[in-house]
């Protein structure tokens, strides 16, 4: 496969997106920043998703040259550690069953890297997905696609208090009308449906332009990284464990959103059969 000295990561939020991007950022000579503030700004002063991709482009070139010069840029730490955050919520159980909060903290570090030819990867959901025609015409940009069995994205979402618990992704309705559709919706279940369908249909369209990563085939083998950008031989990846089934997620739905995936979405179906 060739690689790309830039990456851009998208995916189905809570897919493993973030896990991915902390463990490239652990290679040595790859930089992965997780949901950059800049790229919300550089997203609402776009007024097309090509504008949006040429915006991207020249952050990336920007980036690219404040880690060169040794400047400061922020990252996503686990609160109180030096390990680059790989979930950004952790849920504890309560009287009244779990609480979700925000495990991460922003810093400002130098990140050092060994030569010009490190590779740089930027991550984002929602926004990369709703401007992913004009990003995969990018030169010299590689788009990788994250992508999770459907019931666990569904369980998660709904685990969580954010705008996907309730059926909108506020981030991607910009440039995707259908999203503005979906939120209008009074069924959060149907609404969370439609919303992991246009994910879907996003990857299925192009697919021959992306790289499409299943998270059950990255925690059981992290080294599938290798394929995407030059890995030391002597690089060891973590170990980890699929969360598709937790504890806390409300398995007795889990009938109701098979008939919900079954009735309602197109495409889901070609990246998990029988879901």
Not at 3 to 22: E, V, Y
Not at 98 to 108: G, I, M
Not at 186 to 210: G, P, S
Request: positive net charge; hydrophobic residues 40%.
């Amino acid at each position: 496969m060739t690689r790309a000295k830039n990456i851009l990561i998208t995916g189905i939020p809570r897919s493993g997106t973030t896990l991915i991007t902390a463990t490239l950022h652990d290679i040595p000579n790859c930089v992965a920043l997780g949901e950059p503030a800049e790229l919300k700004q550089l997203h609402k002063c776009s007024t097309s998703p090509e504008d949006y991709a040429q915006r991207v482009e020249r952050h990336l070139a920007a980036t690219r040259a404040k880690i060169q010069t040794g400047e400061p840029l922020p990252l996503n730490f686990d609160k109180g550690a030096l390990r680059v955050s790989s979930n950004y919520f952790k849920r504890t159980a309560t009287a009244g069953g779990y609480h979700a909060e925000k495990t991460y903290e922003l810093r400002e570090t130098v990140i050092p890297v060994m030569n010009e030819a490190f590779t740089l990867c930027l991550k984002n959901n929602a926004q990369f997905t709703s401007c992913l025609e004009s990003l995969v015409a990018l030169r010299d940009v590689m788009i990788v696609a994250v992508v999770r069995e459907p019931l666990a994205c569904l369980f998660s979402w709904r685990s969580l208090n954010m705008p996907i618990s309730s059926g909108k992704l506020p981030a991607g309705e910009r440039f995707a009308r259908e999203l503005r559709k979906v939120g209008k919706l009074e069924d959060a279940l149907l609404a969370q449906v439609k919303i992991l369908d246009w994910f879907f249909a996003a990857f299925y369209r192009l697919q021959e332009r992306l790289r499409v990563i299943r998270y059950e085939d990255f925690v059981a083998r992290p080294e599938i990284l290798r394929e995407l950008i030059a890995v030391p031989r002597e690089h060891v990846f973590p170990a980890y464990q699929s969360m598709n089934r937790r504890t806390e997620y409300a398995l007795h739905e889990e009938e109701r959103m098979r008939d919900y995936l079954r009735r309602h979405t197109e495409f889901v179906k070609y990246f998990y059969p029988g879901s």
